[in-house]
């Protein structure tokens, strides 16, 4: 007796889906319910954003850089500015810096409580994503109440910011941070260690600590699969290296190490070790400062290339910035997380079913608009 | 009021005019236009609880208006009249590729389905429209009918998404029906009769009559009967034929406007089915908790609506709370777990009452 | 502007290129600091080559390890043992100026060897150095060593041909695709090179200097991108 080949099914995930985070397309070759090959199609967001940047001037690159990741704005600006601010060699002062570092926190922490709702929404649990939602309200009035907007901040510029904090933020901050600490373990209850949420997540989409090094993945996925390293501490940019935190890595509590319930709770650790850090720089803000003392009038750099990287909350953002001396960056190239972390989908994901296909889609944690750019 | 009650009033009001036939056709669309009506207003409650049950879940304030005529209606009361009349009134799309005869009948089917399971269940003391001596076999075969229109849907879309979830929900209620079946066994077999009725009335006396107190093994055969129910009407945890994120909307996805409607509006009628008959079978019925106290006939209907009610609103409970099983791991605790488990209830039922003689 | 203002900014400014911004950013005016800091500028922009070479000689004097041995010097001198030939031209000291032939086993070598161990591709950016040539640039990273060097490939635009090194590092294999799509360098021996942001069957090199949008696309009219602001 052979062996009964059924015929395989070329199935299309997307581009209007529910559950692709963003406008992406997944051409899928499965033989009943298990997935043979994926190959993405990407390009549905594509802006020419590297090409705009070479025809405008440092300062209006900001909001360009707001758009990329949308959901992470503020860590956009900070990579962009620190870039900048490398190759012109200008220091900003300590309030700015602290300043700079509680933004970035906030924003992780609004980040990271999107990417694990959304991860239990895909999965069905309809309610931890409103929750979540509900807690980033408050963070995204923080920011309304800073610089006036809510999900594209154009808030870090070159040498400084553009607003100064209000009256009453620190108070406002405090208030959040002392109401949100218990909501985080409330929402690990309820979805880390829910028995159908662990079924559907841990060992599945194993991705071992070689493959996620060689397929230059970084950020909370490399750190679920074991590997220690964080921008923050290893290579450490603006004032990361005054704070006391700890680095949270997967230790395959519920399955193996580097499934997605590991790239999950990496996550949700996170959270808790970014509320530390905007506690600590709270308590060390410099009382007096102004934020836009180091702003240089005309920005153009001295003839030269840099790569820099920051940590975003999806991994190692690098921005490379060649400069011929004109007020137009000659070349800006945005090497950006989720690219790679969708490069590495087609390898983890071979051999499971459909469902868990877009299970491990949501650990993943991507953004189309930075993917395309 | 069965057919034969109302026959009989009939005949004594008309039976000179018209002749009997007529008669007893007359006294059979009765009921079932009742029915008809009841399962209306039934989904406009229920569809309301979910909206405003899963906003409170959710920490969301649900639909809410200032007052009839503006926005939904006083806390948003006019919203499923609103959600009604959109379905109503969408633009009804066949696609071209599709099996026309077949994609126009799914809908039906499984509304024919829901509808006559109601006419064997008790909704007070002697208020039934049908008393029939196999009231429990027939429900539980006639809620296969189910099976058979959520394949023809998802074929007669002609979509691969449709197909998948066609084939997904045709494997899962197949599967749950025996765990459900099973339990049921251990009700009939304490009771000693199929009929709704008489099983209602073995559980009369007050709370620690019902079927449920009757035996340690009983509360596993309600848990087990209540979990199988949640699968076959297609209900999270038990939701993938349906799953919004992963395959659009399933074996509906091409479907729209009233279709639509027909599909949900099944799953509704089917909840309140599978709820009723547990609320009969274990939880006892039209009976009242207290001995003698609030047990006329009115307040019969009030407390197998009541019991109907808290069990659907558990549904609706659970729906929002846990997250989806995958297939397999859905068909793995049907065949590997409740169905050893409810085997094993009957012969400890059958041992216990032997023994204990209760 | 007067005379004391006029010798403070020359001084700040002595003191910046110097090396010391503290004064400058020290001073409490603002119209006077800005007008220091252009000063600066202009001061810097006039003497671009020392500016460069201070900076990396500074960098090589802070750097813990050793005073001479950047890692630069350190990665030629060990591909020197092995391989002949491979440098393009002038080194500064900031950089890896190599030729195209001999990259794949290059490469090989930079990952696999154990004091030099770069077993991370952090990002692949694509050039148009105007004059018909083309650049591709690496930067490497080692997870182990945490040392980080730059090496950068020039072909010609008639024949823009690099071995591709998708198989040492899989992240290549997006960043190449992505290199090709934008500038049109072709990466021999890629398992799978075709397009990957834009359409499949688009005409043209976006990011290179001279790129011209096509009229249409399947019969959508393709808009001009605009300079500046209009």
């Known amino acids: 007796m052979g062996v009964v080949h059924g015929q395989e099914m070329v199935l299309n995930i997307g581009p209007q889906h529910p559950a692709t985070h963003g406008v992406l397309r997944l051409q899928v070759k499965t033989d009943g319910e298990v997935i043979s090959e994926i190959t993405p199609y990407l390009g549905y967001l594509h802006r020419c954003f590297e090409k705009h940047c070479e025809n405008v001037t440092y300062e209006q690159v900001i909001p360009f850089t707001d758009r990329c990741d949308y959901l992470a704005s503020m860590t956009m600006n900070f990579g962009y500015v620190v870039a900048v601010e490398k190759l012109m060699d200008i220091k900003v002062n300590d309030r700015v810096q602290h300043i700079r570092v509680i933004m970035a926190e906030l924003q992780r922490i609004a980040s990271h409580l999107l990417a694990t709702g959304v991860f239990g929404l895909d999965l069905g649990a309809f309610t931890p994503f409103l929750h979540m939602l509900r807690d980033r309200e408050r963070i995204i009035d923080l920011f309304e109440m800073t610089c006036g907007a809510r999900l594209l901040y154009n808030y870090m510029w070159v040498g400084g910011l553009s607003h100064d904090l209000p009256k009453g933020f620190v108070e406002a901050t405090l208030n959040f941070l002392d109401y949100f600490e218990p909501k985080i373990d409330e929402f690990e209850n309820l979805l880390g260690h829910n028995k159908i949420f662990v079924e559907r997540t841990a060992d599945i989409g194993i991705m071992p600590a070689e493959v996620a090094i060689n397929f230059g993945v970084t950020g909370p996925n490399l750190r679920a699969s074991g590997v220690n390293w964080d921008l923050r501490k290893d290579d450490p940019y603006s004032i990361y290296d005054k704070f006391d935190f700890n680095v949270p890595v997967g230790q395959g509590i519920k399955g193996t190490v580097g499934d997605s319930w590991d790239r999950f709770y990496v996550r949700l650790q996170e959270i808790r070790e970014s509320v530390k850090i905007v506690r600590q720089a709270i308590d060390q803000l410099p009382k007096d400062g102004d934020v836009h003392q180091s702003m240089p009038k005309k920005i153009r750099p001295p003839k030269g290339s840099i790569y820099s990287r920051t940590e975003s909350p999806r991994g190692d953002l690098g921005y490379y910035i060649e400069s011929d001396g004109s007020d137009t960056p000659s070349r800006l190239k945005m090497r950006s997380p989720a690219f790679t972390a969708l490069g590495v989908l087609d390898e983890i994901a071979g051999g499971w079913l459909m469902s868990d296909v877009l299970a491990i889609l949501g650990s993943l944690d991507i953004v189309l608009g930075e993917i395309d750019r | 009021m069965t057919v034969d009650y109302i026959f009989d009033f009939l005949t004594g009001l008309l039976g000179g005019f018209l002749g009997s036939d007529y008669l007893l056709l007359a006294s059979m669309l009765i009921p079932c236009l009742a029915i008809f009506g009841f399962i209306t207003i039934y989904a406009l409650i229920v569809i309301y609880a979910e909206l405003k049950v899963s906003s409170f879940i959710q920490d969301k304030v649900g639909p809410m208006g200032q007052g009839v005529g503006l926005h939904a209606g006083k806390w948003g009361l006019l919203q499923p009249v609103a959600d009604a009349l959109k379905l109503l009134l969408k633009e009804d799309i066949i696609p071209s590729s599709a099996d026309r005869p077949l994609f126009i009948l799914a809908p039906f089917m499984i509304f024919i389905g829901a509808f006559i399971s109601f006419v064997a269940i008790p909704f007070g003391e002697s208020i039934i429209v049908a008393d029939l001596n196999i009231g429990l076999f027939y429900i539980l075969g006639v809620g296969s009918i189910a099976v058979l229109s959520l394949i023809l849907a998802g074929w007669a879309s002609n979509n691969k998404w449709s197909l998948y979830g066609g084939m997904r929900s045709a494997a899962q209620i197949v599967s749950y029906e025996i765990p459900a079946g099973l339990s049921l066994i251990v009700v009939i077999m304490l009771a000693g009769t199929l009929n709704l009725q008489d099983i209602i009335k073995y559980q009369e006396g007050g709370i620690f009559n019902w079927i449920i107190f009757d035996n340690p093994f009983v509360p596993i055969a309600f848990v087990v009967y209540f979990i199988s129910a949640l699968a076959e009407v297609n209900r999270t945890p038990f939701d993938l034929p349906e799953s919004e994120s992963e395959l659009v909307a399933g074996f509906a996805t091409e479907y729209s406007g009233m279709r639509y409607a027909f599909f949900f509006l099944s799953e509704y009628a089917n909840m309140f089915v599978v709820s009723a008959v547990a609320a009969a079978g274990f939880l006892g019925g039209w009976q009242s908790p207290f001995d003698g106290f609030m047990s006329t006939p009115a307040w019969s209907v009030f407390w197998m609506i009541s019991k109907t009610g808290f069990l659907i609103f558990v549904m609706i409970w659970l729906r929002w709370t846990l997250p989806r099983l995958r297939v397999d791991q859905l068909m793995n605790v049907c065949w590997k777990v409740f169905l050893p488990i409810a085997l094993l209830n009957i012969f400890g039922v059958a041992i216990w009452t032997v023994v204990f003689n209760s | ?230």
């Open chain 3, 1 to 230: 502007m007067s005379e004391d203002i006029q010798v403070l900014i020359d001084d700040v400014v002595a003191k910046a290129l110097a090396g010391d911004m503290d004064p400058i950013n020290n001073i409490e005016d603002r119209v006077t600091r800005s007008k220091a800091k252009a000063a600066l500028v202009k001061a810097k922009r006039s003497q671009p080559e020392t500016e460069i070479k201070s900076k990396a000689s500074e960098v090589s004097e802070n750097s813990d390890v050793k005073t001479k041995d950047t890692i630069e010097h350190i990665v030629i001198a060990s591909l020197t043992k092995n391989f002949s030939n491979f440098l393009d031209g002038e080194q500064n000291g900031e950089w890896i100026q190599m030729k195209a032939e001999n990259w794949f086993d290059i490469a090989k070598h930079l990952k696999e060897n154990e004091d030099l161990y770069f077993d991370s591709l952090q990002c692949n950016t694509g050039f148009d150095l105007e004059g018909g040539m083309l650049e591709s640039r690496y930067n490497l990273h080692s997870m182990k060593h945490l040392h980080a060097i730059e090496i950068r490939i020039k072909v010609s635009i008639e024949n823009p041909n690099i071995p591709s090194v998708e198989s040492l590092w899989r992240v290549a294999d997006w960043f190449e695709r992505e290199t090709y799509d934008m500038f049109g360098i072709n990466f021999t021996g890629h398992r799978d090179l075709r397009r990957i942001l834009l359409p499949e069957d688009w005409e043209g090199w976006p990011l290179r200097k001279n790129y011209e949008e096509q009229e249409t696309y399947h019969g959508i009219v393709v808009p001009k991108v605009k300079e500046g602001w209009e």
